[in-house]
């Protein structure tokens, strides 16, 4: 199992990798030991800024995979007055107020914070064993503004730890969910696929079976409101104009399995509470595969190829950039210059009377250039 040496390790490493003062890093105690003193090498002297950890609480989930959760408390014990690990630092390197605050400390406690204020996923090993883990935490508090002469001078700064742990998990820190190529901020984030199933009762049978003839993908989405964001303000958009079948290419990725799809939002809700941030939640569901039905954003590109006729087995095409694409009914991440193969059925070739030809269609999340078997024709932008 990970000790919680591995976990301090990982932390003090982290710590140390942001902060920037010569002579200086952080110690992070797990284990019963003597703290660490300056050690001297010539002019140069390395001082340490220690924590104590301390587990607030642990447990594990039943089950057959090994599952827990941890909760730690770490007091860092932070210097007020500056430490002179250099024989050049100046008076001014070595005040202790500057403005009327106690510098050094607020340093201490800015470099605390930028490390623990997003979570992060870490992945340990045991021997022949794999975990996977989540770790987050709130920013540094410090615990008493008055000295403690006792402490040295120190003023200790507590952080709230929590490790949640699986053996061969996956982390949702480590799903990957897109909108149009862009990263989705979600708080919570439940895909969902439902089967339209026929009932049949078979004779000398007492239990009714079911045939799934057909299946939806959904998706609901709860996100901050934001603006940094696109799926916040699509969402938004939706919810006050109520625009239809807008379309929206959505990537998912969870442990690996993975999928495209082109997407409309059916349905939006923003919350609002007094102090607390606005919030939206909002589903899609995958698009109907008709082009003449779907409307286009800006920033995307629609098209079409122009075929000889309804009996083409196969197009094959490539594109100028990175792109997400929608290609007769179906949803694919394309990479630049490297060709896809499309298998067309006689029903993915659409007719066009005004022309008198044969079409096969194609959305891009973004413009590009696109070659083929066939010329391709751009109709918006």
């Not at 022949?128 to 120190?154: C, F, H, K, Q």
């Not at 239990?207 to 916040?232: C, D, G, M």
């Amino acid at each position: 199992m990970i000790t919680t040496k591995q976990i301090s390790e990982y932390l003090e490493n982290g710590l140390n990798a942001l902060l920037d003062y010569e002579g200086l890093s952080f110690k992070i105690w797990a284990t019963a030991g003597e703290r660490e003193k300056p050690e001297r090498t010539g002019n140069a002297v390395q001082q340490f800024i220690n924590g104590n950890m301390r587990v607030a609480t642990s447990s594990l989930t039943p089950n057959i995979l090994v599952m827990g959760i941890n909760s730690f408390t770490i007091t860092f014990d932070v210097p007020v007055n500056p430490p002179k690990t250099r024989i050049t630092q100046t008076a001014e390197d070595l005040s202790r107020v500057r403005g009327g605050q106690y510098w050094f400390l607020l340093y201490v406690e800015s470099v605390i914070a930028a490390y623990f204020q997003k979570p992060k996923t870490v992945q340990w090993t045991d021997g022949e064993t794999t975990y996977d883990s989540t770790i987050s935490a709130g920013v540094g508090i410090p615990a008493d503004i008055d000295l403690s002469e006792w402490r040295g001078n120190t003023v200790p700064v507590d952080v709230y730890v929590d490790v949640n742990l699986g053996e061969g998990a996956v982390p949702s820190l480590s799903a990957v969910v897109e909108m149009d190529g862009i990263a989705v901020p979600y708080v919570s984030f439940v895909p969902e696929r439902a089967s339209q199933a026929d009932a049949a009762q078979y004779s000398n049978n007492e239990n009714t079976t079911s045939l799934a003839t057909s299946s939806a993908f959904v998706a609901e989405i709860a996100i901050p409101v934001n603006t940094l964001y696109s799926s916040s303000p699509s969402a938004l958009s939706y919810l006050f104009g109520g625009a239809l079948n807008v379309v929206h290419f959505l990537k998912v990725d969870i442990g690996g399995e993975s999928g495209v799809y082109l997407v409309t939002i059916t349905r939006a809700t923003s919350g609002l509470e007094m102090e607390k941030l606005a919030s939206a939640t909002f589903q899609v569901a995958e698009a109907v595969g008709d082009f003449d039905l779907l409307e286009i954003p800006e920033g995307f590109q629609a098209g079409y190829f122009e075929l000889p006729s309804s009996q083409i087995a196969s197009l094959t095409l490539s594109v100028s950039a990175d792109c997400l694409a929608w290609i007769a009914g179906k949803a694919y991440e394309m990479t630049a210059g490297t060709p896809l193969v499309v298998t067309l059925s006689p029903d993915d070739i659409v007719y066009d009377e005004d022309s008198d030809a044969y079409r096969v269609y194609m959305i891009t999340s973004t413009a590009v250039t696109v070659t083929g078997d066939y010329a391709f024709e751009v109709e918006n932008g």
